[in-house]
């Protein structure tokens, strides 16, 4: 069966138009000619394009008046390009070993009439890496003038919009289906990388795509961890398992973080759970607009020092979710930490998380949600359970 251009958008056409018309605005205010985007997000969000390719060098050129986007990428790129996004005018850097597709790039700017002219490039992204922009940097000299695009395009994204907010939803449902799950099955003597598996297997077969990071599974004396490790673990009678992991769908990102105990819970443990809920509670109630995420930091400081675990505390507690392509589910800036100006606005959605761990006694606790910032209270896109999980 044929398949039109563009059949495979995630959101209407007209939808997409906006976004570009509104990046469009925000480079001619600037008095900027041009983007370099070479984020996978903001192209999803800009046009549809879904790809991993961004893994090697690709870049579109939006450009300040109303010409057709053009995208530089590889071949194997070309029909999926075609058939998910808005894009029409697609352009293909061909391998070998003196490949330099900075010079194809410049071909498009010289033929788009852009020398001399002030062009944003997208630093912050996983899909510019330091090799690629130094060939850009070498090739173009000064045939332009390139400039830090300051996170333009993520912010434009950063309220989402009724379609965004459907696709987060769902994403909630799923994820409070996962954690469901993944309780249902945890058990002693499994290792910690079957409830791993379960999680996947829950996502996946509720119509998730695959997470963009791996998941934290973290048992034992490594549940005080804040990052994922390697070689499965098996649980014990008496043990703790973290979980924190995402949840997108169509590339929307939700994430959980959870605690579950086994055998019986000693006093500073249980503990260490009334404070982390106590304050993501009364963090969640901050979730309003006009409240900065620098205020909710205070809180969640607040309430681990009144606790006595001020040496547990991070220096950033949550971050905005949406779109995320691997190799995080993070949608950065902006961040929760001391000090941070950005103020909530109704259709944010974040990822707050109150996770501390004593690396003394080796107890670890974690529970975080996403939640939608609203005109009024916030509304929670995932659910955590009532209490505190014990397996016993």
Same mark, same amino acid.
């Given at each position: 069966m044929a398949v039109l251009p563009g059949s495979m958008l995630p959101f209407p056409k007209e939808e997409h138009l906006a976004r570009q018309a509104r990046l469009r605005a925000a480079l001619a205010e600037r008095g900027q000619a041009a983007m370099l985007v070479f984020?996978?997000?903001?192209?999803?969000?800009? #046009?549809?394009?879904?790809?991993?390719?961004?893994?090697?060098?690709? =870049?579109?050129?939006? #450009?300040?008046?109303?010409?057709?986007?053009?995208?530089?990428?590889?071949?194997?790129?070309?029909?999926?390009?075609?058939q998910t996004s808005t894009i029409e005018d697609i352009r293909i850097w061909w391998d070998a070993d003196d490949a330099n597709p900075a010079r194809d790039l410049l071909?498009?700017?010289?033929?788009?009439?852009?020398?001399?002219?002030?062009?944003?490039?997208?630093?912050?992204?996983?899909?510019?890496?330091?090799?690629?922009?130094?060939? =850009?940097?070498? #090739?173009?000299?000064?045939w332009c003038r390139l400039e830090d695009d300051n996170h333009?395009?993520?912010?434009?994204r950063v309220v989402k919009s009724p379609a965004e907010i459907a696709f987060m939803r769902r994403a909630g449902e799923i994820c409070d289906r996962s954690l469901d799950r993944v309780i249902a099955a945890a058990r002693p003597g499994m290792l910690d990388s079957e409830l791993k598996a379960v999680y996947l297997a829950s996502i996946l077969g509720d119509g998730s795509d695959m997470p963009p990071n791996a998941a934290l599974f973290n048992s034992g004396p490594r549940a005080v961890y804040g990052r994922g490790v390697t070689n499965p673990r098996r649980i014990e009678a008496q043990d703790q398992i973290l979980v924190e992991y995402p949840v997108p769908f169509r590339h929307?990102?939700?994430?959980t973080e959870w605690m579950i105990l086994f055998g019986k819970v000693p006093d500073r443990q249980r503990h260490m759970y009334d404070v982390a809920r106590e304050t993501l509670v009364r963090m969640t109630d901050l979730a309003r607009p006009g409240t900065t995420l620098g205020e909710i930091f205070d809180c969640y400081a607040a309430g681990l020092d009144a606790g006595g675990y001020r040496a547990a505390r991070y220096g950033a507690t949550g971050y905005s979710v949406g779109i995320s392509f691997a190799p995080t589910s993070m949608d950065v800036p902006p961040m929760i930490y001391s000090g941070s100006a950005t103020v909530c606005r109704p259709g944010m959605t974040l990822f707050y998380h109150v996770m501390s761990g004593d690396?003394?006694?080796?107890y670890a606790m974690g529970v975080g949600h996403t939640l939608l910032v609203t005109e009024g209270a916030a509304e929670l896109l995932t659910g955590l359970p009532d209490d505190l999980t014990v397996i016993t």
């Amino acid at each position: 069966m044929a398949v039109l251009p563009g059949s495979m958008l995630p959101f209407p056409k007209e939808e997409h138009l906006a976004r570009q018309a509104r990046l469009r605005a925000a480079l001619a205010e600037r008095g900027q000619a041009a983007m370099l985007v070479f984020s996978q997000e903001s192209l999803f969000w800009l #046009t549809g394009y879904d790809t991993g390719g961004y893994v090697f060098f690709q =870049c579109a050129v939006v #450009t300040a008046d109303d010409r057709p986007i053009v995208l530089l990428t590889r071949r194997p790129d070309l029909i999926q390009a075609r058939q998910t996004s808005t894009i029409e005018d697609i352009r293909i850097w061909w391998d070998a070993d003196d490949a330099n597709p900075a010079r194809d790039l410049l071909e498009i700017l010289t033929e788009l009439g852009l020398k001399g002219a002030r062009v944003a490039i997208e630093l912050n992204t996983h899909g510019l890496t330091g090799w690629n922009l130094w060939r =850009c940097q070498t #090739t173009f000299g000064d045939w332009c003038r390139l400039e830090d695009d300051n996170h333009l395009i993520r912010w434009l994204r950063v309220v989402k919009s009724p379609a965004e907010i459907a696709f987060m939803r769902r994403a909630g449902e799923i994820c409070d289906r996962s954690l469901d799950r993944v309780i249902a099955a945890a058990r002693p003597g499994m290792l910690d990388s079957e409830l791993k598996a379960v999680y996947l297997a829950s996502i996946l077969g509720d119509g998730s795509d695959m997470p963009p990071n791996a998941a934290l599974f973290n048992s034992g004396p490594r549940a005080v961890y804040g990052r994922g490790v390697t070689n499965p673990r098996r649980i014990e009678a008496q043990d703790q398992i973290l979980v924190e992991y995402p949840v997108p769908f169509r590339h929307y990102n939700v994430k959980t973080e959870w605690m579950i105990l086994f055998g019986k819970v000693p006093d500073r443990q249980r503990h260490m759970y009334d404070v982390a809920r106590e304050t993501l509670v009364r963090m969640t109630d901050l979730a309003r607009p006009g409240t900065t995420l620098g205020e909710i930091f205070d809180c969640y400081a607040a309430g681990l020092d009144a606790g006595g675990y001020r040496a547990a505390r991070y220096g950033a507690t949550g971050y905005s979710v949406g779109i995320s392509f691997a190799p995080t589910s993070m949608d950065v800036p902006p961040m929760i930490y001391s000090g941070s100006a950005t103020v909530c606005r109704p259709g944010m959605t974040l990822f707050y998380h109150v996770m501390s761990g004593d690396a003394d006694s080796g107890y670890a606790m974690g529970v975080g949600h996403t939640l939608l910032v609203t005109e009024g209270a916030a509304e929670l896109l995932t659910g955590l359970p009532d209490d505190l999980t014990v397996i016993t």
